[in-house]
């Protein structure tokens, strides 16, 4: 869970992570399976206005 927080912190396109199962145990924990979605960036123009 910290490194997807990590993940999630750097990449700011990233809109969607599913996790699932994750399995818990003594050792750690474990994901069997994970599907993560990102949303283009979009280049900054800085002579570009916004409307709003």
Known sequence: MHRLS???SDLPQL???D???V???PHG???LD???RL???H???PYLRRLR
């Open 6 to 8: 990590w993940m999630a």
């Open 15 to 17: 809109t969607d992570a």
């Open 19 to 21: 996790l699932n199962p």
């Open 23 to 25: 399995l818990a145990g």
């Open 29 to 31: 924990v474990t994901t």
């Open 34 to 36: 994970a599907r993560v």
């Open 39 to 41: 949303v283009p960036r």
């Open 43 to 45: 280049a900054h123009d």
